[in-house]
């Protein structure tokens, strides 16, 4: 057999590996040891010895040990949360304090955590098991969870829950209503009433004149102008202030001030924020047809106003901010004056005739008709025909008593 040859060089390989050993020894230790120290083994440690007190210990033998983990492949989504919050599916805790509190069981029926996770509804770190991080907010992490504690600190007002209701309704966008989701089912309200569509485009129904909100709720918080914003730099606040008086924020904006209560800009800041290009598959999204149709009361308003003596002001789209109450025109939104005394009106307020008025329309009306209803010369003669007209019936109906003009 060969005989190798002595290395010239010394031998240092013994002590190196005995080093490296050594470090891979206490890493190991040191590993397990921070291991241990998660939270997560306190708490479910905690709640096996709760559930031996109230059960028995063959009961405690059934809650699981370890790491839980929800993989919802369709969703993305691999939500641990169930590691501490280990009571989520166990009766009896209703009454407990958090991680420990049995799961409202309703919802968890229509939505079964196999199939929807946790973080679809609540936000958070699906899979992080520690609370900070789990929970947030923490730097880098823009999904926080939308509980009592965030709700706390954009200070909503009745029900501090309800930001878990953006999450609700970007599957739910397309219900008129949602059992449980009592702040957007207000913003919804208030949409319709208020008759936000007169310039916005949603669901791909809407004016012009404002952005198209369809997936507003996407834009990045730095996309956002805080500069005339006070307190708190969200883009929630920002939407809520906004909503509130949308001339302290864009000076130049036509959008109108609506005169919502704390509730009501809160509740539609919530639907603003859930209106995001869903992250799910179409199946997660109930509704049918995926449009929000008009009721039938409201398309047979319409159409009955469209055959009246008004019917140019609604097919023109005038009446989506103006009622022409001579003629039986009712806007729903009423966004802008009732136009049966225009004429005169247009004379007291601006002094100017309505000829001029339409040829160089100022404010709201010089974006109406440059943006969304854009009349040629001879068409705006047509229309002052009509708004005359309109004005003569006004007269005769004022000559007898009546009221001619909608009330605001
Ligand atoms: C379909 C949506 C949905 C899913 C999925 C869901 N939850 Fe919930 N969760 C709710 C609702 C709704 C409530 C009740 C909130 C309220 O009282 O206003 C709730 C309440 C809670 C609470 C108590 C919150 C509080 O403020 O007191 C915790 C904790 C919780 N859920 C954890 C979980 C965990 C863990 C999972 C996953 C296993 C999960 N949830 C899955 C909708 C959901
Ligand atoms: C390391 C343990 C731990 C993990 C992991 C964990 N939680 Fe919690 N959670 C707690 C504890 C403890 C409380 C009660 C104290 C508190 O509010 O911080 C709580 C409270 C809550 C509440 C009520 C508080 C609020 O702000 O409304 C919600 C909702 C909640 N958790 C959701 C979740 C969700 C969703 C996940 C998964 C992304 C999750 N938790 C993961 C320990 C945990
Ligand atoms: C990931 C998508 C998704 C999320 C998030 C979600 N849902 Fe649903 N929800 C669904 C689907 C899908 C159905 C089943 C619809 C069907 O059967 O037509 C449903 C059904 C429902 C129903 C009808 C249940 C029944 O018994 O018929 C209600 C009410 C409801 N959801 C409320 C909520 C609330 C409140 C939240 C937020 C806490 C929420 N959903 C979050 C997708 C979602
Ligand atoms: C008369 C027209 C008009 C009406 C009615 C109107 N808006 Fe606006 N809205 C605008 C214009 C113009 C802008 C762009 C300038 C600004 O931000 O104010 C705007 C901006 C917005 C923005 C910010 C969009 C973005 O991309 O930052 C939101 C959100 C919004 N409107 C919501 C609403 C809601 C909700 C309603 C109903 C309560 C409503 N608007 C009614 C004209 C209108
Ligand atoms: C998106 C909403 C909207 C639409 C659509 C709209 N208007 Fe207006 N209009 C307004 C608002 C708001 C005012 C009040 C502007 C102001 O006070 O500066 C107004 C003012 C007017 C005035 C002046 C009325 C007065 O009494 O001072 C006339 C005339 C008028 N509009 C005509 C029309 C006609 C004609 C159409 C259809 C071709 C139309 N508008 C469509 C929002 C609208």
New binding site residues.
Partial sequence: MERRTNSPYPRIDRPVLAIVGLVLVLSTVMFTKNDREHEWRYYQHEFKTVVEQKYGAEKAALVPAGLQQIWVPALGRADRCMTCHVATRWPGFEGAEEPFRTHPSGILKSHPPETFGCTSCHGGQGWAVDVDPAHGPIEHWEEPVLGATLGESYSLVENKRALMQINCNTCHRYDRETPGADFINLGKQLVRDKGCR??HTINNRG?T?GPDLTFVGDKAPEQYDFSRLSGQKTAFAWHVAHLKEPKALVPDT?M?NFHLSTKEAQALATLIMSWRRAPVPAAFIPGVPRTDPRTPAEVETETRMKTGPGAW?VQ???F???SVKVFDVVSPAQ???D?S??VE??QA??GRT?DD??ASP????SV??SR??V?TPEQKKI?IGH?REAFAEYQKQKATGEKPVASH
Avoid: E, K, S, Y
């Fill in positions: 007169a310039c004016g004149i036509v109108p002001f023109t789209g005038c989506v901010c103006h966004i802008g004056p136009l005394n225009a009106d247009v307020r601006f309505i008025f339409l100022t404010g709201t009306m109406v008709l969304q209803i009349l229309a708004l």
